[in-house]
């Protein structure tokens, strides 16, 4: 027999945190846009949980696109690469993009991504991120909606993998060492 809870050494963000977090997000993404033609542009995968919870708890009508990028391999290191694996099916012009992230870990991806976003015509590109570790605080890339701050640990859950797994845990976990040095 063998639980997800069992590879985690402790819960970081429960589940009900996790919620509140998001309807606090939503409010103000609704003053900050309201009457607005707003996109959330999902950043595959990790984001998926976010981006379902965070559209279902607006009140705006809004509109859903995809991207996935890539900068980590299976591993717990960004590996300082990024390409586009799934381009969106949007035309930007004119348009009001809010990007939705799971965490911003070193940074890599969003600063990348929100450049190269801000080169299609939209009229404002801002970024809402679940999660952010202190690496990322440090950036120079700007970060309107920022959920929690996080230390530095590998964290898995409600979207976010190690090797693929854990995505579908509820909660917010610290991934036990031994899950990530036996391989
Ligand atoms: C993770 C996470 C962010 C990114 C953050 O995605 O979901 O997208 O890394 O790291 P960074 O700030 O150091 O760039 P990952 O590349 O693991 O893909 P996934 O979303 O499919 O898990
Ligand atoms: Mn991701
Ligand atoms: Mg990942």
Not at 24 to 40: C, F, K, Q, S, T
Not at 83 to 93: E, N, S
Not at 108 to 128: H, K, M, P, Q, Y
Request: proline content about 2%; glycine content about 8%; overall charge negative.
């Amino acid at each position: 027999h063998s639980d997800i809870a069992d590879d985690l050494e402790s819960v970081l963000i429960t589940e009900q945190e996790i919620r509140d977090k998001i309807a606090e997000l939503a409010r103000r993404i609704e003053a900050d846009y309201a009457g607005e033609r707003l996109l959330l542009v999902g950043v595959l995968r990790g984001a998926v949980m976010v981006m379902a919870d965070l559209a279902r708890e607006l009140s705006l009508p809004i509109e859903m696109d995809w991207m996935a990028v890539s900068s980590y391999g299976s591993g717990t290191q960004s590996s300082g690469v990024v390409r586009i694996l799934k381009d969106l099916d949007t035309d930007l012009h004119g348009r009001k993009v809010l990007i939705v992230e799971d965490i911003i870990d070193s940074g890599l991806t969003l600063s990348w991504l929100r450049a190269n976003l801000g080169t299609r015509g939209a009229d404002s590109v801002e970024i809402c991120a679940l999660l952010r570790k202190p690496a990322a605080a440090k950036l120079a890339v700007d970060v309107r909606y920022v959920g929690f701050e996080i230390p530095n640990a590998f964290v898995v859950g409600y979207g976010l993998d190690y090797a693929e797994k854990y995505r579908n845990y509820r909660d917010i976990g610290i991934l036990a060492p031994h899950v990530y040095s036996s391989q």
